[in-house]
């Protein structure tokens, strides 16, 4: 069974920086892809970034040039490094990890980002 924990939310400025990290227990087999997502109140879920386990990554247009998603396979931990951050990325960011070959999703509970000056 697979968990993920989010961390690194917070409260910044625009224009801040923050590192959300998801840290996952129990196996990912590969191949797989690991996303964040976020959920603004009122909002439809957004998919913010995806990296497969290969490497490969895609960012929503609202993010790119300012996110950058990354793994640690070692440390079984996905990261989101946040710059220039606006107070539209305001969200609840949640992690996600698609275990390809078994067709199974597995979600953590999110992490808190918000943006106010």
């Known amino acids: 069974q697979v968990q993920l924990v989010e961390s690194g939310g917070g409260l910044v400025q625009p224009g801040g920086s923050l590192r959300l990290s998801c840290a996952a227990s129990?196996?990912?087999?590969?191949?797989?892809?690991m996303r964040w997502y976020r959920q603004a109140p009122g909002k439809q879920r957004e998919l913010v970034a995806t990296?497969?386990?290969?490497?490969?990554?895609n960012y929503a247009d609202s993010v790119k040039g300012r996110f950058t998603i990354s793994r640690d396979n070692a440390k079984n931990t996905v990261y989101l490094q946040m710059n220039s951050l606006k107070p539209e990325d305001t969200a609840l960011y949640v992690c996600?990890?698609?275990?390809?070959?078994?067709?199974?999703?597995?979600w953590g509970q999110g992490t808190q980002v918000t943006i106010s000056p």
């Open positions: 996600n990890a698609y275990i390809i070959l078994r067709s199974r999703d597995y």
């Open positions: 990296i497969t386990s290969d490497g490969n990554t």
């Open positions: 129990g196996t990912i087999y590969s191949p797989n892809v």
